[in-house]
């Protein structure tokens, strides 16, 4: 009976906090539906330059048509949440993502010349960012409403690590699928994972934010611009240009830059992933950078692989907080009815963070070097912490 009632108040909105963490099921689907994004990372530029005979331009292209579908759709993303509920939100967007795989899953499987084939991945490629847009957006936003906002920046810890583990288990999955079996197998992958987020989503309490007066995106995109560009500056560095890098320099294990990074960003989620709720997000954001610039600026300067190896564990455990950190405050600057909105604006700025990055650091590579890339990570973070530092003193 009595959990009946608490179900029954979630609903009606007169709860707002019921759990010590985000709703499982809203996590457990998070991961299974961003499955569908790391499934083909690895395998659509293979397909798409070695069978179909396409140069590395185009490949370019047609992976970052979605970034492009994303960062479009960030708006009606927010908006749809903020109206009908972070759950109805999730729920279009794995519908037209498991759509994006079947369209990937007809690319693979006809026989239509290779200018038609490529139409139909392109096709593709935009609703999986359409998709993407409102499904990260709506589980984000229904994952901070199962908890209320004050535990937001814990709430968002929890949705990061759900999205970096699925990342990191379907870009290999996807690409073994491929090697082994065939894309059409890995394509059945990319539909069936968000099916099973929906069937996990559907089952799951649809916690919804508190109504009221709502403000038009612009307007919120003008309230969180100073958190967003923060972020932006945080999603430069990272380890781009990891394997080039390391084979300039003859040194082995590249791949495990990713592993090192992963490493330090989960153990801070999980062990400290309160502190932006209990110290204040920018606090929390300027030391989560600075530790993100130290581990940058390990890399540029690393004489060995273990030095390299531990630059990315560090930037790992900077970045993991900035995020939540940031978001939480993201979220103190616009009405309780905005949070989708917010989000969405929110999480657009990491979108073009990541589109821009690899062109960039491209370009600074080759002027410069490999170690000036990440040069250029410690500077924009250390950017991102004066930013944080100087919005936190405006705040006091």
């Known amino acids: 009976m009595e959990a009946h009632v ?70 009606y993303a927010g908006r749809i949440t903020d109206q009908k509920g972070g759950k109805r939100s999730a729920l279009q967007g794995a519908i037209l993502s498991a759509l994006a795989g079947g369209l990937y899953l007809v690319a693979s499987a006809t026989d239509l010349s290779p200018t038609a084939t490529l139409c139909i991945v392109i096709a593709g490629r935009l ?62 992958a990319c539909i069936a994972s968000p099916l099973l987020a929906t069937l996990i989503a559907l089952g799951t309490t649809s916690y919804r934010s508190p109504g009221g007066p709502r403000l038009p995106f612009h307007r919120v995109v003008g309230r969180i611009w100073r958190e967003g560009l923060g972020l932006m500056l945080q999603g430069v560095g990272l380890t781009a240009f990891a394997s080039l890098y390391f084979a300039a320099h003859h040194w082995q294990n590249a791949g495990l830059v990713m592993t090192a ?95 821009i990055a690899g062109p960039v650091a491209g370009l600074i590579a080759g002027q410069f070097s490999y170690a000036a890339v990440y040069l250029s990570g410690a500077v924009c973070a250390l950017l991102g912490a004066l930013i944080a530092s100087a919005s936190r003193m405006q705040q006091s």
């Open 6 to 75: 608490i179900k029954r108040l979630a609903e009606d909105n007169t709860l707002p906090v019921l759990l010590p963490r985000p709703a499982t099921g809203v996590i457990a689907a998070l991961f299974f539906g961003y499955l569908a994004v790391g499934l083909p990372l690895p395998v659509i530029p293979l397909f798409i330059h070695g069978h179909l005979g396409f140069s590395n331009v185009v490949v370019g292209l047609v992976i970052g048509i979605q970034f492009l579908a994303t960062v479009l759709t960030r708006g």
């Open 127 to 188: 609703m999986a960012g359409f998709g993407e847009s409102q499904f990260v957006t709506g589980c984000v936003s229904w994952a901070i409403a199962s908890v209320g906002p004050q535990r937001a920046g814990m709430s968002m810890s929890w949705t990061g690590i759900a999205m970096f583990a699925a990342l990191s288990i379907g870009a290999p999955v996807g690409m073994a699928f491929y090697q082994h079996y065939s894309l059409a197998t890995a394509m059945i």
């Open 261 to 355: 990074f992963g490493l330090g960003f989960i153990f801070v989620r999980l062990a400290f992933g309160h502190l932006p709720d209990r110290l204040g997000g920018y606090r929390v954001a300027v030391w989560s950078l600075v530790v993100e610039a130290l581990g940058q600026a390990m890399l540029w300067l690393g004489s060995n692989e273990g030095v390299a190896l531990a630059g990315a564990l560090v930037t790992g455990l900077g970045c993991a907080l900035v995020f939540p950190a940031l978001g939480v405050e993201a979220l103190r600057r616009v009405p309780q009815a905005n949070r989708g909105s917010a989000m969405g604006a929110f999480v657009a700025f990491l979108d073009v963070a990541y589109g």
